[in-house]
């Protein structure tokens, strides 16, 4: 899930458990540039995880043979 990067700041943003909350920035298509914080607490499952990497490739699989399609009309 490599669309975002930590930031360093020097934030004090805490999250509602006290700790301090990671910096990210996005670097998808449609969110590129745009700042937010996260609770370090909250992991998602590795299951979740994985479904959400699996379905981001059948995405652009599907893309790919859309566009395909296109450029053959």
Known sequence: MSECFSC?????RRCR???????FMAWTLLNAGRRFFK???HE??????N??????KEKEALI???N??????
């Open 51 to 56: 479904l959400i990497h699996s379905l981001k």
């Open 17 to 23: 458990y006290g700790l301090t909350a990671n910096y």
């Open 39 to 41: 609770c370090p607490k």
């Open 8 to 12: 360093s700041k020097g934030s004090n």
């Open 44 to 49: 998602l499952p590795p299951r979740v995880s």
């Open 64 to 66: 790919c043979e859309r």
């Open 68 to 73: 395909a399609m296109q450029r053959k009309i």
